[in-house]
């Protein structure tokens, strides 16, 4: 059994400004699991946030291979990928990619979609999300009738800047540009509890899906009052990155926002997905700056999901792989066993 890396550079089509930063690129690995003439495939990115640079990830994907040890078969690598987890824990998004690639490889090697390996209900296509950033209106206003008119019928508007009234005024022109298109809002944690009810009510005649995370991790206690006191479901985003964290979420949470690269990986979403379905709590499937690589691993969770956001690969220029689609707002399940998506480049 072999595991190779390649690295990459991806670039935005544009730069991505949220509440804590502006992104224009990132760096990723691509991490291949080769066994008998069978490859699974992952992918990590770098992420500021998360402390995870190149070196970093380089350091972590050697304790990956320490992990594999003498393993000779791919099969016997899944049941102990919570121990990976385990000796990751500051580069979860390193384990995800292992996790990826070892489901990639057993689905490809059973001749089977990731989503029937996993037992997830079946999925043929999806709407995703788009995201907006922190621009002025005008040009949101603008992105958001370019968008519907591409097709998309779900719209991600980052908020969070220094002036609320240009928050404000941001989903305005997107509402009126994009009169039928459901509304996720992401403030990124940007808001104290008392800012986000006013923000939040002042919104609540613009017909608001969800609202991701409106103050900062680890504030349980105001994420309990703004998601009693505002008109639209409150979904927990950093505050739900692992199985663990769900536990401890207020009652009235309107959601859980699960994200491969921040739990671990398909298992860890698996397990966070099975306590959302017994507390009755409505899954979010979000993602990073990515290739289809990454996101098509999402993607065959998408049948257990109520919010599909998706849209990694659609930020970037030249997605090196080729098969989920999302151009015109549906990721498509891509044909062939296992990820399915195709590598246009060259390996």
């Known amino acids: 059994m072999k595991l190779d890396r390649h690295l990459s550079r991806l670039t935005l089509a544009e730069p991505l400004r949220i509440s804590r930063a502006v992104m224009s690129e990132r760096d990723a690995v691509r991490v291949t699991l080769s066994h008998d003439d069978i490859r699974g495939q992952g992918e990590v990115v770098t992420s500021p946030r998360l402390g995870l640079n190149i070196p970093a990830v380089e350091r972590a994907l050697d304790t990956a291979e320490e992990w594999i040890g003498g393993e000779s078969d791919p099969a016997g690598l899944r049941p ?6 385990e000796r990751l824990p500051h580069a979860l998004p390193v384990a995800a990619a292992i996790d990826a690639a070892v489901h990639d490889w057993l689905a490809s090697a059973a001749g089977v979609s990731l989503y029937e390996l996993l037992g997830t209900p079946a ?3 999806v709407p995703t999300a788009y995201t ?5 209106p005008e040009d949101a206003r603008q992105a958001a009738e370019w968008l519907v008119h591409r097709g998309f019928t779900t719209l991600k508007l980052k908020l969070g800047a220094a002036d609320s009234v240009s928050d404000i005024g941001r989903v305005a ?7 039928a298109a459901e509304l996720l809002l992401d403030p990124n944690g940007a808001w104290d509890s008392d800012t986000a009810i006013t923000v939040l009510t002042r919104l609540a005649d613009y017909e608001i899906a969800a609202v991701e995370q409106p103050v ?3 504030r349980l206690d105001q994420l309990a009052i703004v998601a009693k006191s505002v008109p639209m479901p409150v979904i927990a985003d950093e505050d739900a990155g692992s199985r663990t964290d769900l536990d401890a979420l207020p009652a009235g949470i309107g959601g859980i926002n699960i994200k491969l690269a921040e739990c671990g990986g398909l298992d860890a979403a698996l397990s966070m997905i099975d306590w959302a379905r017994h507390a009755g709590v409505p899954v979010m499937l979000g993602c990073q700056v990515s290739t289809s690589l990454s996101i098509a691993a999402a993607a065959h969770l998408s049948g257990a999901a109520r919010w599909v956001d998706l849209d990694g690969h659609l930020l970037i220029t030249d997605d090196p792989w080729e098969g989920l689609g999302g151009a015109d707002g549906l ?4 044909q062939g066993p296992g990820l399915g998506v195709r590598y246009r480049g060259t390996r």
């Open 132 to 136: 907006i950033g922190i621009v002025p």
């Open 331 to 334: 990721l498509r399940r891509p």
């Open 80 to 85: 102990r990928l919570a121990g990976l987890r």
């Open 123 to 125: 999925w043929d296509r």
């Open 216 to 218: 900062p991790a680890g």
């Open 173 to 179: 022109a997107v509402r009126a540009a994009a009169p």
